[in-house]
C-alpha cells in the first residue's frame, strides 16, 4: 500500500520537477500519494473475493489491471475534485441550498475534467509500468489454486 502510494507520487515527481513553482510541485505529489492509497487494499479485498469466480489468471489480471488503475485514478480525482472545489468554495452559494447543490456538481465535474486532461498524464511512464507490475503481483498468490 505504501510502496503503491510512493510509486504514484514518483511518477507525478518525474513529470513536474521542472515547474518553478515548488509548493505547486509538492501539492501535486501529495495529491497523487495521497490518492493513490485506498486502491491497494480495495483491489485486495476485490481480487480475494473475485479468486473462486475467475480460474484463469489472464482473468484475475485483467481484474487487477482494471481495479487498480480505476482505483487509483477515481480517488486521485476525487480527492483533487475537492482541493479544486475548495478553491471555488468562496463564491458559492450557502451551503445546502439548490444552488449550492448544482455549483457543487458543476465545480467537481469540472475538476474531474481537469484531472482527466491534465491529470492522467503524470501516471506516465512510471505508473503504468508499476501498475503491470502490481497486477501481477495481485495474480500470484492466487496461481497455484484450482477449482
Known amino acids: 500500500m505504501i510502496l503503491w502510494s510512493m510509486l504514484m507520487s514518483m511518477s507525478a515527481a518525474l513529470n513536474v520537477m521542472h515547474w518553478g513553482n515548488e509548493h505547486l510541485r509538492s501539492a501535486i505529489i501529495m495529491v497523487f500519494a495521497f490518492g493513490a492509497l485506498p486502491a491497494v487494499p480495495v483491489t485486495m479485498i476485490a481480487m480475494g473475493l473475485a479468486a473462486r469466480w475467475?480460474?484463469?489468471?489472464?482473468?484475475?489480471?485483467?481484474?487487477?489491471?482494471?481495479?487498480?488503475?480505476?482505483?487509483?485514478?477515481?480517488?486521485?480525482a476525487l480527492l483533487f475534485s475537492q482541493i479544486y472545489r475548495l478553491m471555488y468554495v468562496e463564491w458559492h452559494a450557502d451551503r445546502f441550498s439548490r444552488i449550492w447543490f448544482w455549483?457543487?456538481?458543476?465545480?467537481?465535474?469540472?475538476?474531474?475534467?481537469q484531472f482527466a486532461v491534465l491529470g492522467l498524464r503524470l501516471y506516465f511512464p512510471l505508473g503504468f509500468a508499476a501498475l503491470f507490475t502490481f497486477s501481477l503481483w495481485f495474480v500470484r498468490p492466487y496461481g497455484r489454486r484450482t477449482l
Open 103 to 113: 455549483q457543487f456538481v458543476f465545480t467537481t465535474a469540472s475538476a474531474f475534467y
Open 54 to 76: 475467475l480460474p484463469r489468471n489472464g482473468q484475475r489480471f485483467a481484474l487487477a489491471f482494471l481495479l487498480l488503475a480505476m482505483l487509483t485514478i477515481g480517488c486521485t
